[in-house]
């Protein structure tokens, strides 16, 4: 495949920003998603989300192979109608292969980064308890964080060039790589359309899966897009907790209920159970009051009384919960 030259009207830098700021969204929403199955099906699930990121890496592979294919872009430029030509002679190394630099840029180097960065936390935390380092992880340590920080200055005095018509690359990898943005760009030149009409029988039907299942995807991308805009508005994409909960202020500890005055007598250790005054033995709670007892005697009395021994608070055994320490 080779992206042609055209004459169309370069991508503006809020457009470019914006698709750099949507496609850095999907992974968040990815983790998101793997976070809701693993609470949903922690034990079916278990294995196969240790593996999450390089699903998401292949999933991705796929889809924006098909996207290049079709559109010459990656998934999210296509959403802000922008397609990607090479600037280079048709000759050349890198215009014979800009799909797979492309490719490259959007799947293998994010993933990379990942990596790479919870390598990094994972060695900060451990620098952090005092577990003993190599020399090449301190290295790490030191080195990853200016290298970070480099790379974002070098990105950003880009998008002052871009902005400024001093390049006509808006980030630094499509600069090495020759590639522009540019409004509606169609693709000139498919070889990988005509090497796929060579295919046929079962190989053909086998190949044409990832397309089928990306041919969906893209369909329904607009709408997915919409929506995770939307998620974005209210989840950090770091932790994928609410940002309307982080934003407010810790809640204090729930106040103890109020005891009922002809009442058992609360032991002096939280340790005893009020009920045989003795360490407890299975320790269980009630859901409505906190208050904890032994199992067996929590279920006596309820079994007698359908209610809290402390607080009189009706409830039933489904009420108990047990704690588990
Ligand atoms: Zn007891």
Redesign the pocket.
Known sequence: MAFKLTSSKCASLFDVTAEDSLRLSLKPAWVYFCNVLKMRYPVLLKNLLKYSDEIFAILIMVLEEYSFRRNSGTVTECFYQLKRECSLPENSFRFRHVKWISLTSVVLLPYISDKLQNYYDKLLANSNLGVELTSFQKYFLNLYPILLTFIKWIRVINYIQYLFNYTCHPSPILRMAGIQLKYGVKTVVKVSDISSKKKSGMFQKLYSIPDFTASIVMKIAPLVFYSLQFVDMFYDKETGVSKLMTSLPFPSAPLMPKVASTTLRLPPSAKQ?P??Q?P??NPTTIVSSGFV??Y??LYRYIEKHKCCPITYRPCEFTDMIRIHS
Do not use: I
């Open positions: 159970c009920l045989c003795l407890h033995t007892f032994c067996a005697c």
